[in-house]
Nanobody, 122 residues
Framework: QAQLVESGGGLVQAGGSLRLSCVGSGRTFDTYAMAWFRQAPGKERECVAA????????IYTDSVKGRFTIFKDYTKNTLYLQMNSLKPEDTAVYYCATGVQLTDSPLSYNDWGQGTQVTVSS
């Protein structure tokens, strides 16, 4: 089982940038797929981006393509989400997760962090 701790959320104006971090322990970062999900009030949890164990494959939801980038630093056991050109509709709690398969389904991810709030003001 992996322990995941997110950080980097906060309040930012529309058009601004944030970088989320997720430090993991208990699993090898190059073995498991990892993903960033987000959940806004009253909405379902949505996969924002995911990356394969080796880092060679990534998936993004359409609304963030060209604005967000997911990447790993294996030396630090850390997953990142660089978010640029933020919009008010990006406001949500962001979670990192790890699982055995690269997919956008939350059902495929076993271990979750506690979440970090991102708020984008207009």
């Amino acid at each position: 089982q992996a322990q995941l701790v997110e950080s980097g959320g906060g309040l930012v104006q529309a058009g601004g940038s944030l970088r989320l971090s997720c430090v993991g322990s208990g699993r090898t970062f190059d073995t498991y797929a990892m993903a960033w999900f987000r959940q806004a009030p009253g909405k379902e949890r949505e996969c924002v981006a995911a990356i394969s164990g080796g880092g060679g494959r990534t998936i993004y939801t359409d609304s963030v393509k060209g604005r967000f980038t997911i990447f790993k630093d294996y030396t630090k056991n850390t997953l990142y989400l660089q978010m640029n050109s933020l919009k008010p509709e990006d406001t949500a709690v962001y979670y990192c997760a790890t699982g055995v398969q690269l997919t956008d389904s939350p059902l495929s991810y076993n271990d979750w962090g506690q979440g970090t709030q991102v708020t984008v003001s207009s």
